[in-house]
């Protein structure tokens, strides 16, 4: 069979030569190395209906891009104190004004609903700015209110949350300078015994992609140069040490480009074959006759529908959703047998990150 085999290739060589030169040469504009897309398009394409649906949510409620600003003081009255709640109420109003920002969600925009003694509802703010500040009736208010306490204020009265959301048709391109800007907003006001912490899908997104391409820049030279060496120490030949590198070249240019072309979702079928649950090369049969379906399959796999059905939460909603099947709480999701759950993640082909977290039912 090889023989045959390497006699089909030698006779067919030029054509494939020119076949996979060509497919290099076509991946090209794939294979950007110095911009990371982070857009829903590296899942799926404008086309498919599931991105159809997300456009016209976002259309019609505004988009999940979002900064998480939270605010920890050393104690309940240092958070409660004025001079905290007037910081939040400035920084509030300094960040709506960042470009690219479409709304800030804190306790300086928070309203809450009381009742009247005759029956009525009264609607405000939670810190009405017409007059002084009352630290004591702020405190009290937020931690009455249920949509506020453990939203907006953890429930010891020792952090606050500001939601930032964005037009999601401008921040990408200036995602780090506007995030930038917020940093200098809050961070030269911040009270004496409050800390800021930052977080949420954009902080993320931007911190992912800085250091991947800062390790990309640091790490590429020095690799480049062991593989050259070592290339040459096996040849002793600069000529096939050139070849040998044209051919490692055109290999990546077809990789980069096939997994833009397939996005992520390979992701899923090549971990099934590494972490042993599938013979090399058999994963995509036993796919086809569905042992990974949530329904009859010998080993459910993405019970929750993943990142394409439920939004891409960086892998927080698989550890949700493996929680809720061991706990036996899945409802029309829960499967059989759910004593133990594995949750795996990768971070793209430029960082090599994995991570694995197995949950196990008490």
């Not at 200098?184 to 992609?209: C, K």
Request: charged share 20%; proline share 3%; net charge negative.
């Amino acid at each position: 069979m090889s023989v045959r085999l390497a006699a089909w290739i030698y006779q067919w060589r030029l054509p494939l030569t020119a076949f996979i030169i060509a497919g290099a040469l076509l991946s090209i504009p794939r294979a950007n190395i110095t911009h990371i897309d982070n857009d829903i398009t590296a899942w799926c394409s404008k086309q498919d209906p599931v991105y159809q649906d997300y456009e016209r949510f976002r259309a019609e409620f505004g988009g999940t891009r979002s900064l998480i600003i939270a605010f920890k003081a050393e104690t309940p009255d240092v958070l409660f104190a004025t001079d905290t709640l007037a910081f939040i109420q400035r920084v509030t109003g300094d960040i709506e004004r960042v470009e690219t920002v479409e709304r800030v969600a804190s306790l300086a925009t928070a309203t809450i609903v009381e009742a009247t003694p005759d029956g009525g509802l009264d609607v405000h703010r939670l810190i009405d700015d017409s007059g002084p500040i009352s630290p004591a009736d702020v405190r009290r208010r937020a931690l009455a209110d249920d949509l506020i306490r453990g939203d907006l204020v953890s429930n010891d009265a020792t952090v606050t949350a500001l939601v930032v959301t964005f037009d999601e048709n401008r921040i990408d391109s200036v995602r780090a300078g506007v995030i930038q800007r917020i940093h200098d907003v809050v961070d030269p006001q911040l009270p004496r015994g409050v800390t800021a912490f930052y977080n949420g899908s954009l902080e993320i997104s931007e911190t992912y992609n800085r250091v991947t391409l800062a390790n990309q820049q640091r790490f590429t030279p020095p690799i480049l140069l062991f593989t050259v060496g070592a290339i040459f120490l096996t040849f002793r030949s600069w000529r096939k040490t050139l070849l040998s590198m044209i051919a490692v070249l055109i290999s990546v240019l077809w990789t980069l480009g096939l997994y833009s072309l397939m996005g992520f979702t390979y992701n899923v079928l090549s971990q099934i074959e590494g972490y042993g649950f599938a013979e090399a090369g058999t994963v995509g049969a036993r796919l086809a006759a569905g042992d990974f379906d949530r329904s009859g399959g010998s080993l459910p796999l993405q019970t929750h529908g993943g990142l394409l059905s439920e939004g891409y939460l960086h892998g927080m909603n698989h550890v949700y959703e493996a929680v809720e099947q061991i706990r036996g709480e899945a409802g029309h999701r829960q499967v059989e047998r759910h004593d133990t759950a594995l949750v795996t993640g990768q971070l793209g082909y430029v960082s090599g990150y994995s991570s694995a977290t197995v949950l196990v039912g008490a």
